[in-house]
């Protein structure tokens, strides 16, 4: 019998995950959730066909020319800008992701932050925590009206229609969206959602909400220019991933006042959060929570698994990145 390939859990998972994944691997895994360096990832990945990942370990082609035994890196999240994905089908490395299985979960959470923001949930909290609230007031944090505002989507893939249709059809929204490409005419109605270019949307949005893929592209898509682009009655909200938002311009914004308030469930460079925004009022601030559900972390846990069985047992993933690598 040949033996069984040998995996590397880099992160603390699931109990079952790990029983499942030694049912058809010899593991090493990461139980402890110890903070290993690059250097340490490369020296526990030798001799590993496969790695089981989440978003914090980056994959690019200095670790990949180290780790010459692995063949498939199963992310457990949607994102997946830890692969430095040609360097990986160059090498003929498989990436796999956590696509759907966490869409509602997240435009749940997308719409929970936007609330919390718009109606200055958390800075009420603090108020009352802190004891200072002694008597009520006609005009106590009066934040911004949600139903029947304009809602702006930037990044329309399967969460942001998800939000939309939470915005449309919940709260009667008028939403607005933009994407590098348009939804089908089917998916628009099904949004209630009206494709804008990026300045309109800034310029017209209540709520804006971010959901697009981070990259060299997507880098500071929000900036100080866009911010300045904005109502000063908006909020901003940043699901999708640190870097895509000038965290030290939007800290500024916020400050100055040139956008009403901000919910942010990611960072640049987290889990650092800017200093900045740790003092300033108006920010609702969560730590990269938004799929975080037990049943949904159960389901992206499980569809990693699948997919490193899938392909290093059968040779067939079930969500493969990059399927050029399987030809
Ligand atoms: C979380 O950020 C994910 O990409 O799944």
């Known amino acids: 019998m040949n033996p069984k390939p040998r995996i590397l859990v880099a992160r603390a998972v699931f109990p079952e995950t790990l029983a499942r994944l030694e049912q058809h691997f010899e593991v090493e895994h990461n139980q402890a959730d110890a903070a290993w360096s ?26 990949l020319a180290a780790c010459t035994d692995l063949k498939v890196c199963a992310n457990m999240a949607v994102g ?3 692969f430095d994905l040609p360097a990986m089908s160059a090498r003929k490395v498989l990436g796999t992701n956590t696509p759907d299985v966490l869409t509602e979960t997240t435009a749940d959470f997308g719409f929970a932050l936007l609330m919390a923001t718009a ?24 934040g911004a009206e949600v139903h029947g505002s304009t809602l702006g989507i930037l990044g329309m893939g399967r969460i942001g229609q998800g939000i939309a249709r939470r915005g449309a059809h919940g709260f009667g929204m008028n939403v607005i969206y933009h994407n590098r490409s348009r939804l089908t005419p089917e998916l628009e109605v099904a949004c209630k959602a009206r494709y804008v270019g990026k300045e309109e949307l800034l310029r017209t949005a209540d709520h804006l909400v971010l959901v697009l893929p981070y990259s060299a592209e997507s880098h500071h898509a929000i900036g100080s220019a866009e911010l300045a682009q904005m109502k000063p009655t908006a ?71 699948d997919n490193l069985i899938g392909f290093l047992v059968h040779g067939k993933p079930v969500t493969p990145l990059n399927p050029d690598v399987l030809a």
């Open 235 to 305: 909020t901003l909200v940043n699901i999708a991933r640190g870097g895509i938002v000038d965290d030290a311009a939007l800290a500024q914004a916020l400050r100055e006042q040139r956008i009403a308030a901000a919910g942010l469930d990611v960072f640049e460079g987290e889990p650092k959060v800017h200093p900045d925004l740790l003092t300033v009022p108006n920010v609702v601030l969560t730590p990269h929570i938004a799929s975080a559900t037990v049943r949904t972390r159960r389901a992206m846990a499980d569809l990693a698994a």
């Open 38 to 63: 690059r250097q340490d990832l490369v020296a526990r990945l030798q001799g590993k066909a496969g790695a089981f990942t989440t978003g914090t370990e980056r994959i690019d082609a200095d670790v």
């Open 119 to 142: 109606r200055r949930i958390a800075e009420s909290e603090h108020y009352l925590r802190a004891g200072k609230w002694t008597k009520w007031s006609f005009d106590m944090f009066a």
């Open 80 to 82: 997946y800008n830890n």
